[in-house]
């Protein structure tokens, strides 16, 4: 079965900082990868999904990922995060062809000090 | 319109209680999911419906029953649930459950089981 690490459980930065939030996953065939938000008290939000073609994915609000396949990996990046930006992030694999759709990592809660 | 709708957003409910949790989505998707979402966790899949048809269920127990009545609405009856059932339950859709495409969620249901 597929699963997906997330190894950062709570990070803290302050504004303007950059950021790079990890993900890796298990499975060893083709892959879905998508980066979902979670701002407190609201739904899970989609920030961008790669499916193929271009490694690096532009996203909302100015996030960013890179599927690397050697490595299994599909960090998600910031160049300057703010204070908005503090919310539950979590990285979720599918396969093509599954109905189960998608496995999620455990997330990530990033706080941004103003 | 990328909305998923649910209601109600919060519900008390004892022990011995029936209700029923509802979902709607007008984006004419044929894929609709049931998930539950403990505080600080990823979401977790409980029902899959595909073409208003059940087509996964984890193991999900039986004071849990879901019903699809068309292409937009999903429902949860609970019935007899425990105080560990308590938590967020979301609902989210896809084009198809076949082939990958992203899931958009709604805002869930707080439950909590007194």
């Known amino acids: 079965a597929q699963s997906v690490s997330q190894h950062n459980h709570h990070v803290i930065l302050s504004e303007a900082a950059s950021l790079e939030l990890g993900c890796n996953y298990s499975?060893?065939?083709?892959?879905?990868l998508f980066w979902y938000v979670q701002y407190p008290g609201q739904h899970l939000q989609l920030l961008l999904k790669?499916?193929?073609?271009?490694?690096l994915v532009k996203g909302i609000k100015g996030f960013e990922a890179e599927f690397i396949k050697s490595k299994f990996s599909f960090n998600l990046r910031k160049p300057s995060v703010q204070w908005s930006d503090t919310a539950e992030y979590f990285c979720?694999?599918?396969?093509?062809?599954?109905?189960?759709?998608?496995?999620f990592g455990s997330g990530t809660q990033l706080t941004v000090l103003p | 319109d990328t909305e998923v709708t649910q209601t109600p957003k919060h519900l008390v409910m004892g022990m011995t209680n029936k209700k029923s949790l509802k979902c709607e989505q007008h984006?004419?998707?044929?894929?609709m999911y049931w998930y539950k979402q403990k505080a600080k966790k990823p979401p977790e899949l409980m029902f899959v419906?595909?073409?208003?048809?059940?087509?996964i269920n984890e193991s999900v127990p039986s004071r849990f029953s879901p019903e699809c009545p068309n292409s937009s609405l999903l429902n949860l009856h609970l019935h007899a649930l425990q105080p560990e059932d308590s938590a967020l339950y979301l609902c989210?859709?896809?084009?198809?459950?076949?082939?990958?495409?992203?899931?958009?969620f709604g805002p869930g249901t707080r439950l909590t089981v007194t």
């Open positions: 419906y595909s073409y208003e048809k059940l087509s």
């Open positions: 984006m004419g998707h044929r894929a």
């Open positions: 499975y060893g065939g083709t892959v879905n």
């Open positions: 989210a859709s896809s084009q198809t459950s076949a082939v990958a495409y992203e899931q958009y």
């Open positions: 979720a694999v599918n396969r093509p062809g599954s109905a189960r759709q998608l496995t």
């Open positions: 790669y499916f193929s073609g271009d490694p």
